[in-house]
């Protein structure tokens, strides 16, 4: 059985921790899109890690890792990742490289940095890890495909020559930064080359192979569906599609083998980069969400910057888990409410003096404000409760009011960052 783990907000929404937990009961889980841009913070019985490209699966002895062919493939980072949790006393994983992943190259990272610094004040906020020059490259077909190093020499070096050409053009006209070496860019591929070859794979065939036997394969999405590049809150958003239908293409399989979208769901808002945020809180309201939120405050994991902070967003989730296809969903950190007097939850936008509850274009979503309306508090800790029945009401009542806004069912409710702070509900 095939499911895709993906979130409905703009991504940090515990996904990690829910492929983690789930993790125990499968046997392959891949990463299909996105690269090592956003992070997953997991905490278990091996210490705390923040993993950026590897699939959160990793710390089990039975399960395969994969990186699919949609994947933003920066090589060395893979490796410094696999090395940092085997140095940590986790087995040593069993990954898999798709021949069809691309790879994000020294220059997609340079080029990153060069718009943002072009851009100034209306930079987007990206996390200069490379993730839309290699995407723009991979579409306009100048990317370099894992299977391409396997090319004859000849064949390669020509591409190198002549992708080179190109971005040279931009870097003396346009960023006015030193160009690049076609001799340098090849040695590059070579010792990539050297990296990946033992893990190369045409994962596709494997997947099928494993769907047919059988096994259960977890489809690891990355950022949330606001950061969806169609579906999103474009242009504030990610390069590669984050649903959970893009999860067939960017794994290689069949979109009716997946069967489960388990959607994750934040209690709350948090946001990181610029763009429209309706039920977004400032001051010392969102200082103090920030501090108590996820496990040690809402901070990047790649980055390390504040997130943005706001209100539950029934608008934004709904519609996130609607274009996710949710089967299911996933509630998380809704422990770090138990602070609140009041909880308000945003369950309208306002433009232009018209009250809508579906979620618009980017346009016209930065003129909404916020229709709030407040729930109240249950002021304890519910961290250590496991069974659903003995959570406060008025928290079984929050949970009520966000599954009713919507109308997916919520069928585990998260109430701590450990594998084992799982509430199952159904
Ligand atoms: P992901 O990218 O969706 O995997 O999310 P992140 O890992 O960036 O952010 C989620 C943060 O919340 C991490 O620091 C997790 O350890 C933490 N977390 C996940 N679930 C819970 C929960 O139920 N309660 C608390 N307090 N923290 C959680």
Redesign the pocket.
Known sequence: MVRAIV?ANW???????ITDMLGQESDIIVRFQGGSN????I?NDYGKFALHLLPSGVFYGHTTSVIGNGVALNIPYLFNEINEIVSRGVPKPKILVSDRAQILMPYHIAFDAYEEERLGGKSFGSTKSGIAPFYSDKYAKIGFQVSELFAPEEVLKEKVERVVAMKNVLLEHLYHKPLLDPEEVYRTLLEYKDMVEPYVCDVSLFLHNAIKEGKNILLEGQLGSLKDPDHGIYPMVTSSSTLAAYGAIGAGIPPYEIKNITT?VKAYSSAVGAGAFVSEIFGEEADELRKRG???GEFG?TTGRPRRMGWFDAVATRYGCRIQGATEVAL?????LGYLDEIPICVGYEINGEVTKDFPTTAKLEMAKPVLKKLPGWKCDIRGIKNYADLPKECRDYIDTIEAEIGVPITMV????GRD?IIKRK
């Open positions: 979130g991504g940090d929404e515990g996904k990690g921790k956003a992070g997953h913070t905490i994750v996820g496990d040690a994991a998380t950190v809704l422990d770090v998260s109430n701590g960052p702070e």
